[in-house]
Structure formats: structure tokens, C-alpha cells
């Protein structure tokens, strides 16, 4: 690899220091680097269309924390540029590499020593009476969830059209494995392996004693019907796609979640498995 895009969260990286030391770094080895924060980023797809980044970028190194590798994921997605996480934050799953090795991970880098994992990805169709049909993607989750006060949401569920279940709960994930570590963990979901190929749906703080995750087949379709609440009241929730991008929906709105066709392409440079990874945050080693 010759040619990399450093995105920067701004937040975390405010003076740039660590992105001008990976910048000079590959660039004094014979490497390009093109910079830009998390925000450039997003103006600056708005304003092209896909193939209208600089040519010939072969990875995108992503600075910040598993936030922010989620955007990049989200916002270079019709591109098929591989991610490389750098984490600048706290827990990272998806930010592999520490920023104090950063240097022995730059120079495994160049030397083509890494794997690329093709990791699954959610498409998420908003179907609304009184607007058109929004579409987006997702690489951790999408979460439909309350907005507003403090109130027991009812979910309709369907999958492949059969109806699944009427559920009372705080709100209703549906993660890929990649996600299984994220807001699906919290909300006492199962942790998958990020390489598997699945659905995951689980309720968030359901209200009843019986209510469990349910794993599904990649190949399944999850419609979301958002009924009348309590006492027929009409219905206010908000879908959010990896976190970063939100939809309001009422009551007779419905969200279908799938399988998408598009992938994410993740670069590891770490030889441990996913297992002594998980090992070690469960143990607080960072």
C-alpha cells in the first residue's frame, strides 16, 4: 500500500499531533497521506459523488475510537476502501491498533503484513406515510429507540413476514456481530464473533420476565412496526443507524432491516484472535 487517507476525529486529535506524526511517518517511507477530520469527511462525499475521492486510495486510517470508525464505515461505504482503526479513546474493538505502537503498526502496514476481514453490514429501509422511503447502512447497529420522555415503547415484529412478536420494551436492537460488542452487549445481548454472518435482535430493557435475544439467519428481513402506544396515544421513536444518523418514526411507520449487499473492509494487523482480544478488555488490560 502506497496511498492512505488519515480521518481524523477532531475531538480527540485536536492540535493534529497524532495525525501529522502518522503523516510524516508513511510519507518519509515513500507513502502519500491525504488528511481530513471526521466533519471534512462528510462534506466533502456531500459534495461529489462516489469515485470522486483522490484516485487511488488503498486504505483509510481512521483516528479516534470505534465511534468514529463506524462514521468512516458509514460515510466511505460506496468507496470499498479498507479501514484501519487507530484508537485514541478508552475501549476499542474495532480501533485495533494503540496510538503508542503506532510506529510497529505503520511498518507492519507498509510491509503488506495484515489480513483484511469483510465484515457484514445492515441496510435499514424507513418506510414513513407521510414521506418517502429513507435508506442507510449500518456496520454495529441499528437501534430504535425513544425520544422524548420517559415511556414504555410497543414493537410489532415481523420476520420474512411472519409476524414474531409484540414486545414492551425501552427499544429494540438489531446488531450485526461486529456490533454484538457494542449497545447490544450493554442491553445483555450474546457476543458473536465479528467474522460470523447473522442478525441479532434484542429488546432493551424489556418489561417482562421472558424476553431474550433472538439470533437469525443473514438471510432474514426484520420489519419493526410501530403500533399505538398505550390508551391508543399516537407513537414517537427514533431509529439510529450505527449511532451517527437518526429517523423519527410514528405510530404506522414501519423500518426494514436486512442484510446489506455492501461490506466493510477491516485491516488487522493483530495476530491475537478474536477471543484473547475479548479476553483482555473483559480482564480491564487495555
Avoid at 420522555?149 to 414493537?155: A, D, H, T, V
Amino acid at each position: 500500500m502506497n496511498h492512505f487517507l488519515l480521518i481524523t476525529n477532531e475531538l480527540k486529535d485536536p492540535d493534529s499531533g497524532y495525525t501529522d506524526k502518522i503523516a510524516a511517518y508513511l510519507r518519509s517511507h515513500g507513502a502519500r497521506a491525504d488528511c481530513v477530520t471526521g466533519s471534512q469527511m462528510m462534506r466533502q462525499i456531500q459534495k461529489t459523488q462516489p469515485g470522486k475521492l483522490p484516485e487511488g486510495i488503498e486504505c483509510a486510517i481512521v483516528l479516534g475510537g470505534d465511534g468514529t470508525l463506524l462514521k468512516a464505515a458509514r460515510d466511505l461505504a460506496d468507496y470499498e476502501i479498507p479501514l484501519l482503526g487507530v484508537n485514541l479513546g478508552t475501549l476499542g474493538y474495532l480501533a485495533e491498533v494503540e496510538i503508542g505502537n503506532i510506529e510497529n503498526a505503520l511498518s507492519r502496514l507498509l510491509a503488506g503484513k495484515y489480513t483484511r476481514e469483510e465484515r457484514m453490514m445492515l441496510a435499514g429501509t424507513v418506510h414513513s406515510q407521510n414521506r418517502e422511503e429513507i435508506h442507510n447502512f449500518a456496520l454495529n447497529d441499528i437501534v430504535i429507540s425513544r425520544c422524548g420522555s420517559l415511556q414504555i415503547l410497543q414493537f410489532d415484529i415481523y420476520v420474512n413476514d411472519l409476524f414474531l412478536n409484540a414486545y414492551s420494551a425501552d427499544g429494540i436492537i438489531v446488531a450485526t456481530p461486529t456490533g454484538s460488542t457494542g449497545y447490544n452487549m450493554s442491553a445483555g445481548g450474546p457476543i458473536v464473533e465479528p467474522g460470523a454472518s447473522l442478525l441479532l435482535l434484542t429488546p432493551i430493557c424489556p418489561h417482562t420476565l421472558n424476553t431474550r435475544s433472538i439470533i437469525l439467519s443473514p438471510e432474514d428481513e426484520v420489519c419493526i412496526v410501530i403500533p399505538e402506544g398505550r390508551d391508543q396515544t399516537m407513537q414517537t421513536v427514533e431509529a439510529n443507524f450505527d449511532g451517527t444518523h437518526k429517523v423519527i418514526l410514528r405510530t404506522g411507520d414501519k423500518i426494514i432491516i436486512h442484510k446489506a449487499s455492501k461490506t466493510t473492509g477491516v485491516l488487522k494487523l493483530n495476530t491475537e484472535s478474536f477471543l484473547e482480544v475479548l479476553h483482555k478488555k473483559m480482564a480491564g488490560d487495555q
